[in-house]
């Protein structure tokens, strides 16, 4: 073999993958090629950047209380976008994410407060919903073979009124409930930080999906079937069972935003969650998953949440309007959109 | 190897009277077929002549209306591409089935990945992935894709000649018995092509026949051992790279030479 490939003879350079050339390349084109690589430093940058001038622009911004409100923020936010990494993963998109949650907590208390059902039981019928809402989804999207975007559009306005038949539109009191439901929203002090439980359930749901997607056969699959779904099928993949999968296990992930919903607004809302839908979506965009599937990591997502949570309150504290904190948001996903179309051009 | 003594031996993969219709179009119309243990066997023939029909009733994408195959003696039958995978028939696709963002080394595994042992393997199926990075490295320095050196790099960071490397180099990897190439240099630059085709011999050296279809003439003279002619929905002859010339080959692709089943000029 002569050596003129890429990666032949070359020594390894610090910030490409070992084994390839990247000295001929120009600043830009190597920037473009570290980001190809390293799917999370763009956000993680975002991230530093946004913490570092907000410190400097908002006093107690950088507050052990105030960090912990950021996360208070995007606990609810931040669950629901693990599950909607998965399905953008595999190059879909779900917009019934907030109505599931609504749909699962209303379930969950209504059954607790209404029907007096034991917490326990009212808490895992709440989780069924959510994984019976998934199937569907799944279903239509594999069964029937519709597009995602119109599956979940459907489904986002079924389960939505389902949510508001089953409550009557009425808001169900957190102190008629079972404690249970309620217990995502206790509080431990970590170092002068109030953390819920909520957020701390968020961070295992965030290191547990990131294990699974890393480490399992599963995981592996769901990539591939997102990257190139004809050769993964060629490949001996059932890509539909794993697409049903991905969107069954997703909904059970909206099941468990809404018990940390339910602890965070000590209440049940049938009204609640209605920008969940493209929160969800913008907090994974802006974490650097590719909307055309395959490509993204879990820990993106999280770190997109938090940008999202810390323009939010760094901009409040600032004392900025309300609507610049959406506009800042809006142009955030612009940005974060052409930054992994461009990426996806990349030499390599 | 010479066509003297190839029919001596149990062919590895064998078919006679191979018949496929699609509707009126009669794709084979009574196609034998045979393949020898340690050969490069090129199928050529004209378009319509039945050679993808054919190749696809071999690997299980298509159900032959009759006729028969064996394998390795035994009669079988392939209701999918996964069937005829599973017995030891694999294909490198033209499009080259392989997922971009995936790295090398899950490529070479994907669909059949290498699980840990234990209960994290058999109930959490967690993967053994420096077991797959290994193997995937000494499977690459087998067949001598050694340009490539880290297996985490992404597949869609390689050159074409490269990921057409990895595709052969899955299809070689899992104790296959025959290896279907279709059209494997189409796509690539002349320099690519050679290694392509230095590694479809080492293959064949390694013991592993295999059927390489292929428009591209001085490749199938280059590497084939024999030449599997197929015409009109049949096998028109066999021939060798020693007892026939380029142009006599097509001279009997295109049916301007009649001949009888093993090449010589059917004088009658």
């Avoid at chain 1, 084994?19 to 993680?44: C, K, N, Y």
């Avoid at chain 2, 199928?43 to 390795?72: F, H, M, Q, R, Y």
Wanted: charge should be neutral; include cysteine; glycine fraction near 10%.
């Amino acid at each position: 073999m002569d050596n003129t490939q890429p990666g032949a003879t070359d020594t390894i350079e610090p910030p490409g993958p070992p084994g390839e050339d990247t000295s001929s390349m120009t600043t830009l084109q190597r920037i473009q090629h570290v980001l190809h690589t390293r799917a999370t430093l763009g956000p993680a940058i975002v991230l530093l950047l946004s913490l570092i001038v907000f410190s400097i622009v908002a006093d107690n911004f950088l507050q052990p209380s105030n960090i912990s409100l950021i996360i208070q923020q995007v606990m609810v936010v931040g669950t629901l976008a693990i599950g909607q990494t998965l399905i953008i993963l595999t190059a879909g998109i779900d917009l019934s994410v907030g109505a599931i949650m609504v749909l699962s907590s209303i379930m969950m208390a209504k059954l607790s407060a209404d029907a007096g059902v034991p917490g326990l039981l009212a808490l895992l019928i709440g989780f069924a919903v959510g994984l019976l809402c998934g199937l569907i989804n799944g279903l239509l999207v594999t069964r029937i073979k519709l597009p995602p975007f119109i599956v979940t559009l459907g489904t986002l306005n079924v389960f939505f009124a389902l949510n508001l038949y089953i409550s009557q539109s009425e808001t169900v009191r957190g102190r008629d409930m079972d404690p249970l439901l309620l217990w995502t929203g206790n509080v431990i002090e970590i170092g002068g930080a109030r953390v819920t439980y909520g957020a701390i359930l968020m961070l295992l749901l965030f290191a547990l999906m990131a294990f699974i997607l890393k480490w399992t056969m599963w995981g592996r699959h769901v990539y591939a079937t997102g990257d190139d779904r004809e050769a993964a099928r060629l490949s001996g993949i059932r890509t539909d069972r794993v697409l049903l999968s991905v969107y069954v296990v997703a909904g059970l992930i909206y099941a468990v935003a809404a018990w940390i919903l339910i602890g965070r607004i000590a209440a049940a809302s049938p009204q609640a969650g209605l920008t969940a839908n493209l929160d969800s979506i913008t907090a994974v965009v802006i974490g650097g998953t590719s909307l055309f599937g395959g490509r993204g990591r879990i820990l993106g997502t999280l770190l997109g949440a938090l940008i999202v949570g810390v323009f939010r309150n760094g901009l409040q504290l600032a004392g900025i309007d309300e609507l610049w904190q959406n506009f800042a948001v809006g142009v955030l996903v612009l940005v974060a959109v052409a930054i992994d179309q461009w990426i996806r051009r990349a030499r390599a | 190897m010479t066509t003297q003594e190839a029919p001596t031996k149990t062919p590895v993969l064998e078919a006679k009277g191979l018949v496929k219709r699609y509707g009126n179009v009669t794709a084979l119309n009574g196609a034998d077929f045979e393949l020898f243990p340690g050969e490069i066997l090129a199928v050529i023939g004209d378009n319509g002549a039945g050679k993808s029909t054919l190749i696809k009733c071999i690997s299980g994408a298509e159900v032959p209306d009759s006729g028969t195959i064996w394998l390795e003696g035994k009669e079988v039958l392939f209701k999918n591409p996964l069937e005829a995978r599973a017995a030891g028939i694999e294909a490198v696709y033209q499009t080259l089935a392989v997922a971009p963002s995936l790295d090398i080394a899950s490529n070479l595994f994907l669909g059949r990945e290498r699980r840990r042992s234990g209960f994290v393997g058999s109930v959490l199926r967690m993967l053994d992935v420096g077991a797959m990075n290994e193997h995937a490295r000494s499977r690459m320095t087998d067949l001598g894709i050694m340009t490539i050196q880290n297996m985490s790099q992404p597949v869609e960071t390689l050159s074409g000649g490269q990921r057409q490397g990895v595709a052969v180099a899955r299809a070689a990897a899992f104790e296959s018995r025959v290896v279907i190439m279709d059209e494997p240099t189409a796509a690539l630059g002349v320099k690519e092509s050679n290694r392509v085709l230095n590694l479809i011999r080492t293959l064949r050296d390694k013991g592993l026949p295999i059927i390489l279809i292929s428009h591209d003439m001085p490749h199938v003279f280059e590497v084939a051992d024999r030449i599997h002619i197929q015409r009109l929905g049949r096998r028109g002859a066999i021939v060798t790279p020693q007892s026939h010339t380029m142009s006599e080959a097509v001279a009997i692709m295109t049916g301007a030479t009649q001949v009888d089943e093993h090449g010589a000029h059917d004088l009658s």
